[in-house]
């Protein structure tokens, strides 16, 4: 048994959301959290939290927890430790389980069963459509009161012009955030990769930027008619962001997330570590496949402006776990998906390390963006919100470690950082006020 009660001592408390960046004695408990307590009792455990960070617990956006249905890639327990090692202790999970989340019994099903079991915080994104099918819209009414945050159709996107609008209209008068998973397939035609020079000298077939960004700029169009609060999940093209970026200049409700892996990686990291010049199929790596897939450089360095200049409102994973055997059908047919919760913190780091954003921006785009995305600025994502006891995580930011199988507590292993050295790590998180995970060194 754990301690319910911890002091941890001289960490910096970084909180964007109560204006918090000081090194400050933080003692957390069940009861609550207190800064600078005058009075410990002795049976509190002591942390030196000396060099360290503390933060609330983060909040990502996008999440496939697989459960129920695909819970050989992951389930609530696997993908929810996951998460806390990884600092995240509120997670929006998608609704392309088996059955798809277009029921209000099963949206209400998830949380509660979530929060049951001690388990991280559970928001639901329930499906947009029916079966997210495309064709009739789930009743949104009816999602709302049980507790849906959200509507997607994600893996999917909302295809139809007129079937979009109705969407928006709804959300609109439900106020529930629309996130849409913006790829027209009649242009990527599914296709695994992003058109690129590694694409064409594999051998395979490659689908253009522009999948994504028309499909952006036709739904900002209209949530700026509608009315309707419309995110963006996983952007990830230079002219997507610049839709965004327009639409909120114009008053707009659109928000955007950026995933870890587009801010970091290209499609000439598709190709398998050591080959330097792709001739085959074999050559590419299924754990860089993914969707929206890898762009081109000036996508990714489009995205990471956006990081520094407040264009992108959080980073969220995208965590899509496959089994090993799923993955392990080469590259064409393995399924897209990377997972991330355990690693986006580190890779978020190094745009602090090398000086592109400060470490307040880096936790606000962990925390405060993603809460403000859900409008649950105040409850989410701060040490200081309404959520009683609230959550914390504990961050060495200079601790190094390599992304190996071992190291990974989700059920599944298609991480597209395997083999990378990350620095910064999280070592322990507490949620509702009670650690619930502890790097052992
Ligand atoms: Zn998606």
Redo the contacts with the bound molecule.
């Keep these: 048994m754990r301690e319910p009660l911890t002091l941890i001592r001289g960490a910096r408390v970084i909180d964007p959301a109560a204006g918090i960046d000081a090194v400050i004695d933080v003692l957390v408990g069940p009861a609550g959290v207190e800064m600078e307590p005058r009075f410990v009792p002795s049976v509190a455990r002591r942390v030196d939290g000396r060099g360290s960070w503390l933060l609330p617990g983060l909040v990502d956006l996008?999440v496939h927890l697989r459960d129920p249905g695909l819970t050989h890639k992951e389930d609530q327990l696997t993908g929810t430790r996951a998460a806390l090692a990884g600092g995240v202790t509120s997670m929006v999970v998608?609704p392309n389980t088996r059955p798809v989340l277009d029921d209000p019994a099963l949206v209400a099903e998830q949380s509660r069963r979530a929060d049951e079991r001690g388990l991280a915080r559970l928001l639901v994104a329930a499906a947009a459509t029916r079966g997210s099918a495309g064709q009739e819209l789930s009743d949104y009414r009816a999602l709302k009161a049980a507790g849906a945050v959200a509507v997607t159709d994600?893996?999917l996107p909302v295809l139809d012009d007129g079937l979009m609008e109705r969407s928006l209209i709804a959300c609109a008068a439900n106020d529930l955030l629309f996130m849409q998973?913006a790829?027209d397939t009649r242009i990527s035609q599914h296709r695994p990769m992003a058109e690129c020079e590694v694409q064409r000298a594999a051998g395979i077939l490659g689908q253009p930027a522009e999948a994504e960004w028309v499909m952006v700029e036709r739904d900002v169009a209209l949530a700026e008619q509608t009315g309707a609060r419309y995110h963006v999940?996983?952007c990830s093209t230079a002219r997507s962001l610049a839709a965004v970026r327009r639409g909120k200049e114009r008053g707009a409700s659109v928000t955007c997330e950026v995933s870890p892996h587009h801010l970091t990686l290209t499609c000439n990291d598709v190709v398998k570590d050591g080959i330097d010049v792709p001739e085959r199929e074999a050559d590419l790596d299924p754990n860089r496949k993914m969707?929206?897939p890898l762009r081109s450089g000036a996508d990714r360095r489009a995205l990471v402006d956006g990081l520094a200049d407040g264009t992108v409102d959080a980073v969220a994973t995208?965590h899509?776990p496959h089994s090993a055997s799923e993955k392990a059908q080469g590259f064409a047919r393995a399924p897209f998906g990377t997972t991330g919760l355990e690693t986006m913190l580190a890779v978020l780091l190094r745009f602090v390390h090398d000086g592109t954003i400060d470490a307040r921006r880096a936790v606000e785009l962990v925390t405060a963006g993603p809460a403000r995305v859900l409008r649950r600025q105040g409850a989410l994502g701060t040490l200081h919100g309404t959520a009683a006891p609230p959550d914390l995580c504990l961050v060495d930011p200079e601790r190094h470690w390599v992304v190996t199988p071992a190291a990974l507590l989700s059920r599944s292993k298609n991480n597209c950082f395997l083999g990378a050295e990350l620095r910064g790590r999280v070592v322990g998180t507490w949620l509702r006020g009670r650690q619930a995970y502890e790097l052992i060194p």
Aim: net charge negative; charged share 25%; hydrophobic share 25%.
């Design positions: 996008q998608m994600d893996g998973h790829e999940l996983h969707n929206p995208d899509a």
